[in-house]
């Protein structure tokens, strides 16, 4: 009978574990090559010019994702060349329920000593829990394959639901946004990835450039007239402060003076109204995040605080 195979996790580093995902997707994203003899209607070859290999999660672990790209540049990107990155599908038991993670039965898409890791967005909406999108890009590395599938594996790490966020605070210039419905933070990241020499994958991977935007939906119309359709600058000092809310185990959620929430900090940028819409009003606030005059970061994520 034909195995089958439940998403797990991901596992980096060979010491850290990232799940709570509802999926994961393994790419190898060929470049068909497809070529016609003269004349002739059908291909008389085909094949692949190249692979661009890439791990997709999108985890509700945002603790554990925000501690891997803290170790990076940016708090946006980080090196997995001091280790593996596995992505791991547990084994279904017949007529039962799973084949223990000690058990030889598993399978693990590897890439060896040889990945980017970044975070590209985020989303979070009143009454559900916040989910972040990773990206694990593969960089060729001589002698050995970028990407591996091994069978009949064990998996290091037991499933397990560490920490869940939901919509907190958002501070624009020292004032609180209220009625906040939806939060969503997108990087807009380029990955620009570059073979040479008649390489069949990527020798250098990097992000090129990122365009970050945060949306922020609230039911507060009368607030946001202030930031107009021509913009509002953010102030250079505080800034945008966005608040994650930590779900407690067996209640609702920590209290805001709780040292365990997600803060989320970028200084400078602009503020935009885009639009008003809904049967029940939806006023939709955008703002576009840039680096400060000082060469500084562009945002900082600091965890474990309080929500004041």
């Not at 003899?37 to 008389?44: F, H, L, R, S």
């Not at 992505?87 to 279904?92: D, E, T, Y």
């Amino acid at each position: 009978m034909a195995n089958l195979f439940y998403p797990h996790g991901a596992y980096l580093l060979g010491a850290t574990f990232l799940g709570q995902a509802d999926d994961l997707q393994a790419d190898i994203n060929p470049e068909e090559l497809v070529s016609h003899a003269t004349g002739d209607p059908m291909p008389g070859f085909t094949g692949a010019k190249k692979t661009e290999p890439e791990f997709r999660i999108d985890t509700m672990d945002l603790s554990t994702a925000f501690t891997l790209v803290a170790g990076g540049d940016e708090a946006l990107v980080r090196s997995l060349a001091a280790g593996n990155a596995d992505l791991m599908f547990r084994q279904s038991k017949n007529q039962s329920t799973r084949e223990a993670v000690g058990a030889s039965e598993h399978v693990i898409y590897r890439m060896i000593q040889s990945a980017m890791l970044f975070w590209d967005s985020f989303e979070v909406s009143q009454d559900g829990e916040a989910k972040v999108n990773t990206r694990i890009v593969a960089t060729y590395a001589a002698g050995q394959p970028t990407l591996t599938l091994l069978n009949s594996q064990t998996i290091p790490a037991a499933p397990a639901i560490t920490k869940l966020y939901t919509v907190g605070k958002v501070v624009i210039n020292g004032t609180t946004l209220n009625r906040i419905k939806k939060i969503s933070w997108n990087n807009g990241v380029n990955v620009e990835k570059e073979p040479a020499d008649g390489e069949a994958q990527a020798s250098h991977v990097c992000i090129g450039k990122a365009k970050p935007v945060v949306q922020v939906d609230t039911q507060e119309l009368e607030q946001i007239q202030a930031f107009g359709s021509e913009g509002y600058a953010l102030n250079g000092t505080t800034g945008l402060v966005v608040y994650l809310r930590r779900r407690q185990q067996g209640k609702i959620n920590y209290p805001d003076n709780s040292a365990v929430h997600i803060k989320l900090q970028a200084t400078t940028g602009a503020v935009f109204w885009s639009r008003t819409s809904g049967e029940k009003a939806i006023g939709q606030v955008n703002i576009g995040l840039q680096r400060p005059s000082n060469g500084g970061a562009v945002w900082a994520i600091t965890q474990d605080v309080v929500i004041p």
